[in-house]
């Protein structure tokens, strides 16, 4: 796991920061302070990219923090489901069969609904064990326990790396769901 931590939250605050040094050093007419507040806010949103950055591949992703996080397998076994039963529904459809082309599409609808609730519990799981690790990491932090604070980072960030990962699929599905209704 990285030990700088990529986070949205703290990329919105250092942007604001920037910003507000960067207006009260044009108010002041400090040039340091200006250039200062600019970079800030150029590091903020360097900060926010990077904290977003998942490589989502076929049963995992991966984040730039290191951490690597398995899908549900709900998720793998529904898109299995969705691709056997397109395959139904075309062979059906090529040799005149309705009850094979029906049991296709059914097959298609019942993987679509598995691989749904695979990427909703990864979602939450995810998001669940960020806000434990975040808060866990703190409360380690202020009793000084380093082991500790290491564990609910990693904690932290496979969470992360398992909301972004179920993130990345429901948007690609969405956007695929809107241009198949274009």
Same mark, same amino acid.
Request: no cysteine.
């Given at each position: =796991?990285? !030990?700088?931590?990529? /986070? !949205?939250?703290? /990329?919105y605050i250092d942007s604001a920061t920037g910003a507000v040094q960067n207006a009260v050093g044009n108010i =002041? *007419?400090? #040039? *340091? &302070? @200006?250039?200062? *507040? @600019?970079?800030?806010q150029e590091k903020a949103h360097a900060e926010h990219a990077a904290s977003h950055d998942t490589a989502k591949l076929p049963g995992f992703t991966a984040t730039s923090d290191g951490a690597v996080a398995? &899908?549900?397998? &709900? #998720?793998? /076994?529904g898109s299995w489901k969705q691709t056997a039963g397109a395959a139904k529904e075309f062979i059906g459809g090529a040799v005149g069969s309705e009850e094979l082309k029906q049991a296709g599409r059914q097959q298609n609808r019942e993987g679509q609904e598995q691989e749904a609730r695979g990427q909703v519990k990864d979602l939450g799981e995810g !998001? %669940? &064990?960020?806000?434990?690790?975040q808060l866990g990491n703190a409360a380690a932090a202020l009793v000084g326990d380093r082991e500790k604070?290491?564990?609910y980072q990693t904690q932290h960030d496979v969470g %992360?790396? @398992?909301q972004r990962g179920a993130e990345h699929d429901i948007q690609k599905e969405a956007e695929? @769901?809107?241009n198949a209704d274009l």
């Open positions: =796991m990285s !030990t700088e931590n990529n /986070s !949205t939250l703290k /990329s =002041m *007419g400090n #040039r *340091g &302070d @200006q250039a200062e *507040g @600019q970079l800030k398995a &899908d549900h397998p &709900d #998720r793998a /076994s !998001t %669940k &064990d960020r806000f434990t690790g604070q290491a564990e %992360k790396a @398992q695929a @769901q809107k």
